[in-house]
């Protein structure tokens, strides 16, 4: 396909990736002399890749495991850890991928307390797999992220939504959860079902706690909790758009964010005992926490800010 010039998106489409991941393996292991991409000599990179990834990776002295760990146990992500580093210790550096490397080798000390600190703690490093086939789902007056304005994608403004819908596996209580696009301001919301009226009602309510101003579109999923999208257009005068089936991906903030989520709600929580107060609590302290994206400021911080320039 890239000897037939294929564009980076047709490629994604026709092997149900997504660009990104194209995109990635494209520039690892082009040849560094031509800037070209044949098959077998990434193959051979690759195996190579894997061969040396049992070689023991430790972190450079005491001073950064000791740094690294203090700040996993506080719930940082080893990217934040990496990024944060840099600005509470000038003379220190190291990289997210060296603090996962450490944390998975199995002979890490108190190995298993650490990889717990991580946000989906599984106990193996996982790769993603290709997406299913794809579907056709039906939601009435449904307008396709193909519409959406392109400065959506630029994150040149605030108001740009992303949002989805977390379950439960014992009961049928959901957490909706919503994020801005530009600040990763992030917005929890307790369902007591996954139906599309009480998803609609909490989105409206979430919605109209923000100036006209920060509510230019929303972007969902094809769930059929979110087929009450009209009434929420016409209730908050924000325009509604849906990504492709099973395309997770152009969702992207939102599916970090859920990510982020599940650090405190893991799949086997009972969403029906969980407290308001309590996700109250989950969603401060993910506004509260410094994003590499953001230049570690907070999200609380930018989204304050961008409101502020509005008025």
């Known amino acids: 396909m890239r000897r037939a010039e294929r564009s980076i998106r047709e490629m994604a489409r026709v092997l149900s990736r997504s660009p990104s991941s194209i995109s990635r393996e494209l520039r690892r292991n082009r040849l560094p002399v031509h800037a070209s991409y044949l098959d077998h000599h990434a193959q051979e990179r690759a195996d190579r890749r894997r061969s040396n990834a049992s070689r023991r990776m430790r972190l450079k002295s005491d001073k950064i495991r000791d740094y690294v760990v203090s700040k996993l146990s506080q719930d940082s992500s080893p990217e934040q850890i990496a990024g944060r580093i840099k600005i509470d210790h000038p003379d220190l550096s190291i990289s997210h991928e060296a603090i996962y490397q450490y944390v998975y080798h199995p002979s890490t000390p108190n190995r298993g ?17 290709a997406a299913p086939d794809k579907h056709k789902l039906k939601i009435t007056g449904r307008i396709g992220i193909e519409q959406r304005p392109f400065e959506v994608e630029t994150r040149a403004r605030f108001g740009d939504w992303e949002a989805d819908t977390l379950i439960s596996r014992r009961s049928k209580a959901a957490v909706l959860s919503m994020v801005e696009r530009r600040s990763r301001l992030v917005q929890l919301e307790r369902l007591e079902a996954k139906t599309s009226i009480l998803t609609s009602q909490a989105i409206i309510s979430r919605l109209l706690c923000f100036p006209r101003d920060s509510r230019h579109t929303i972007t969902f999923d094809n769930g059929t909790e979110n087929a009450g999208h009209e009434e929420i257009s016409k209730e908050t005068d924000i325009r509604c758009f849906f990504c492709e089936p099973y395309s997770s991906w152009q969702r992207g903030t939102n599916e970090h ?22 996700i109250r609590l989950i969603e401060s302290r993910l506004n509260d926490r410094p994003r590499k994206c953001l230049g570690f400021k907070t999200p609380l911080e930018v989204a304050n800010l961008c409101v502020a320039l509005q008025r």
């Open 113 to 129: 307390e650490l990889i717990s600190c991580l946000r989906r703690s599984h106990k193996r490093r996982k790769r993603k797999g």
């Open 257 to 278: 964010t859920n990510g982020l989520v599940r650090q405190y709600l893991p799949k086997k929580t009972d969403f029906a005992i969980i407290s308001d107060e309590e």
